[in-house]
C-alpha cells in the first residue's frame, strides 16, 4: 500500500506562493495518477489539479488555472503544487491523492489519500 504525505503548507499574503510536496512511501507509486484537492471550512473538498502517471497530461480547476502548477518526479516518488499569485479564496487543507483511474476530477476514484496540510492566505 502506498502512503502520502503532504508538506510545504503555511501562512502567506495574497499574492505570494508556496510550493506543496507530496511523498509516497511504501509500494512505488508508479502507475498511479496523482491529484490535489482542498477543502476549505465548511465546505465540501474540491478537486485542484490531476497529472498522469507519465506526466505528460494535467488537469486544472478553474479556480486555479494559470496560477497553480503540478508536476511530479517519479525517481523521488514526489508530486507538487506550486501556487502562485495566491488569494484569500485559496485558504485550505490541502490533500493528495492517488488513482488508478485515468485524468479523473471525481473524488471517489482516488483510493489512496494524504493527511492534508494547511495552506492559509491573509488579505
Known amino acids: 500500500q502506498v502512503q502520502l504525505l503532504e508538506s510545504g503548507g503555511g501562512l502567506v499574503q495574497a499574492g505570494g506562493s508556496l510550493r506543496l510536496s507530496c511523498a509516497a512511501s511504501g509500494r512505488t507509486f508508479s502507475g498511479y495518477g496523482m491529484g490535489w484537492f482542498r477543502q476549505a471550512p465548511g465546505k465540501e473538498r474540491e478537486f485542484v489539479a490531476h497529472i498522469v502517471w507519465g506526466g505528460v497530461n494535467t488537469d486544472y480547476a478553474d479556480s486555479v488555472k494559470g496560477r497553480f502548477t503540478i508536476s511530479r518526479d517519479n525517481a523521488k516518488n514526489t508530486v507538487y503544487l506550486q501556487m502562485n499569485s495566491l488569494k484569500p479564496e485559496d485558504t485550505a487543507v490541502y490533500y493528495c491523492?492517488?488513482?488508478?483511474?485515468?485524468?479523473?476530477?471525481?473524488?471517489?476514484?482516488?483510493?489512496?489519500w494524504g493527511q492534508g496540510t494547511q495552506v492559509t492566505v491573509s488579505s
Open positions: 491523492a492517488a488513482t488508478t483511474t485515468w485524468s479523473t476530477r471525481r473524488l471517489y476514484d482516488y483510493q489512496i
